[in-house]
């Protein structure tokens, strides 16, 4: 069984602090936010980074695909200058490095594999063999857009509850989510209905939706019986569903 909280951080607070890094992590604690969601992917000597991109050029100063560059090549990139100064010196930290980050917080996740192509089942193999090696706190949730991950994840580790991500659901979700032993639906808010969150909970599922930043929607949501809100800006939707 999961128990995820009615809010989760996206990528840490994304809204105020660079993506996937430490820093966003500890926002996002700052912020009341009692887990985060966050991106998995490989470098090219197999390292697993917090990394939502195919290529560094976006949130580091780095260039190229990640898959191209070493752990310690991506290690000498700044990942916090980009969002801002005072986030000037921020790096791109391992897997391990944010577990151990989010255990002396008290924290949980959900981490979702973001795999390079042609790299999805080894990203979910080496992403779950490092959770099941280093992770003491919460059962996480192992999420992916790619049922090949997905799959990789259910073979590999099966003891880590598996979320399906779909940007919509289609027709097949409920067959493809069991197929897949999934335990909970990850759907972009923009598509969700209310007899679809009906039909998630009648399946046995939690339904986590993304990524949400309007008090409104979000409290929309929550009144359908959605579980999780995975947001930008935790402390505003608190707030909101606080209110």
């Known amino acids: 069984m999961i128990n995820p909280p009615r809010i989760v951080g996206h990528r840490g607070a994304k809204a105020?602090?660079?993506?996937?890094?430490?820093?966003?992590?500890?926002?996002?604690?700052?912020e009341g936010a009692t887990w985060i969601e966050f991106d998995a992917k490989l470098t090219k000597d197999n390292a697993v980074v917090l990394m939502h991109d195919e290529t560094l050029?976006?949130?580091?100063?780095?260039?190229?695909?990640?898959?191209e560059a070493t752990l310690a090549e991506i290690k000498k990139l700044d990942a916090g200058a980009w969002f801002g100064p005072a986030?000037?010196?921020?790096?791109?930290?391992?897997?391990?490095?944010?577990?151990?980050?989010?255990?002396?917080?008290?924290m949980g996740f959900n981490i979702e594999i973001k795999p390079c192509p042609g790299r999805e089942a080894e990203t979910a193999e080496r992403a779950c063999a490092s959770v099941l090696a280093n992770w003491r706190g919460p059962t996480p949730i192992v999420s992916s857009f790619k049922r090949q991950s997905l799959a990789a994840a259910q073979a590999t580790a099966?003891?880590?509850?598996?979320?399906?991500?779909?940007?919509?659901?289609?027709?097949?979700?409920r067959a493809d989510a069991e197929a897949l032993g999934c335990v909970a639906i990850h759907p972009g808010w923009k598509h969700l209905t209310r007899q679809l969150v009906r039909d998630i909970k009648e399946a046995g599922m939690k339904a986590l939706v993304w990524?949400?930043?309007?008090?409104?929607?979000?409290?929309?949501?929550?009144?359908?019986?959605?579980?999780?809100?995975?947001?930008?800006?935790?402390?505003?939707?608190?707030?909101?569903l606080a209110g």
């Open 16 to 30: 105020n602090a660079p993506e996937n890094t430490l820093v966003a992590i500890r926002r996002a604690h700052e």
């Open 57 to 67: 050029d976006r949130t580091s100063n780095g260039k190229g695909p990640v898959a």
């Open 87 to 106: 986030f000037k010196g921020e790096t791109i930290p391992t897997l391990e490095e944010a577990m151990a980050l989010m255990a002396s917080l008290g």
């Open 158 to 173: 099966p003891s880590l509850p598996r979320g399906y991500l779909a940007e919509e659901l289609g027709r097949s979700w």
């Open 211 to 240: 990524t949400v930043n309007e008090p409104a929607r979000a409290r929309e949501l929550v009144a359908w019986g959605v579980d999780s809100i995975i947001t930008d800006r935790p402390a505003d939707i608190a707030k909101a």
